[in-house]
């Protein structure tokens, strides 16, 4: 059975950097085509994709984001690590991990509950 | 970058078909697809690869993809069928995931 659960802090402070852990079992992060993602959701509004990492470590980010975005992984851990920088109120949203085993460019099978992070003073 | 268009609601009495539309520029050439997300709850997966459902959905939801439209077709539509529903692609331009703008679907 595939799980993933984000863990991270509840709130930020603005400029602060946001760092998230999806951690997963079920699956391994060393099999071919295998990836993680994140995907947000501010409140009442739409998915926003952010970022993926791919089993042979390719990144892919938003690109209106790249600058503030990475994204890594611990296989051993199963763990994969979302770090954005410079948190402003609008980051404020639900944040998702949910991965892919069919390659970078594939729909998403297996998601998280989410994790909601606020940013405010 | 790569836009998908949905239309923000979509209203079915119950027992009758709901059409979701996605478009985007040639969307027929690329693999659309889409999911559910009910209040409250994580996106789940619903159909993939423009016209594949994923495990545990009904016979009810399909989906298909020519030109510049993808479209979600829901059958018989029951109240539990309430939620959001998001096409999504991935740009190979930009090399990035991208995201309809989400549908809600009433059931009236």
């Known amino acids: 059975q595939v799980t993933l659960r984000e863990s991270g802090p509840a709130l930020v402070k603005p400029t602060q950097t946001l760092t998230l852990t999806c951690s997963f079992s079920g699956f391994s992060l060393r099999t071919e085509d295998m990836c993680v993602t994140w995907v947000r959701q501010p409140p009442g509004r739409a998915l926003e994709w952010l970022a993926l990492i791919s089993w042979d470590d390719d990144k892919y980010y938003k690109t209106s984001l790249r600058t503030r975005l990475t994204i890594s992984k611990d296989t051993s851990k199963h763990q994969v690590v979302l770090t954005m920088a410079n948190m402003d109120p609008a980051d404020t949203a639900t944040y998702y991990c949910?991965?892919?085993?069919?390659?970078?460019?594939?729909?998403?099978?297996?998601w998280g509950q989410g994790i909601l992070v606020t940013v405010s003073s | 970058s790569y836009v998908l268009t949905q239309p923000p609601s979509v209203s079915v009495a119950p027992g009758q078909t709901a059409r979701i539309a996605c478009g985007g520029n040639?969307?027929?050439?690329?693999?659309v697809h889409w999911y559910q997300q009910k209040a409250g709850q994580a996106p789940v997966l619903a159909v993939f690869?423009?016209?594949r459902r994923h495990a545990g959905i009904p016979q009810r939801f399909s989906g298909s993809n020519s030109g510049n439209t993808a479209t979600l077709t829901i059958s018989r539509v029951e109240v539990g069928d309430e939620a959001d529903y998001y096409c999504q692609v991935w740009d190979n331009i930009s090399d990035e995931c991208v995201f309809g703008g989400g549908t809600k679907l009433t059931v009236l």
């Open positions: 690869d423009d016209t």
């Open positions: 040639n969307i027929g050439s690329k693999s």
């Open positions: 949910a991965r892919t085993q069919d390659g970078s460019e594939s729909h998403y099978r297996d």
